[in-house]
């Protein structure tokens, strides 16, 4: 079992790898249309990496506002206890014992 989380851990990491590049690719783009100069370019000082990183805060807000739906439609079940099933089995046979 720990050998299996492990590996699930890192696969995780890996897809993750690959959705930030396909991401970073995609918003270089993105943003070389039409002869403009683009956000993520060679130079890190002419690039423009804070409209990045206010684009990667966006994704994660609207991870967030999703995360915050998500868990108020979300209803718990109730946790049933084997004590609370056995004495609930043995008041019902009581019950219809007594009802005879």
């Known amino acids: 079992m720990k050998s299996l989380g492990t590996s699930l851990s890192l696969v ?3 897809v ?12 270089a783009h993105i ?3 039409n002869g403009r100069k683009g956000w993520i370019l060679n130079n890190l000082n002419a ?3 804070d409209y990045y990183y206010r684009l990667l805060s966006i994704i994660c807000l ?3 506002l999703f995360f915050l739906v998500v868990c108020r439609f979300y209803v718990y079940k109730p946790e049933v206890f084997e004590s609370q099933e056995e004495t ?3 008041d019902s046979q009581v019950v219809e014992h007594n009802g005879s």
């Open 12 to 14: 995780t990491y890996g």
């Open 47 to 49: 690039s423009h990496l």
């Open 62 to 64: 609207c991870n967030f």
């Open 31 to 33: 943003t070389k249309r």
């Open 88 to 90: 609930d089995k043995g």
């Open 16 to 27: 993750g790898n690959f959705l930030s590049s396909f991401l970073l690719t995609l918003v």
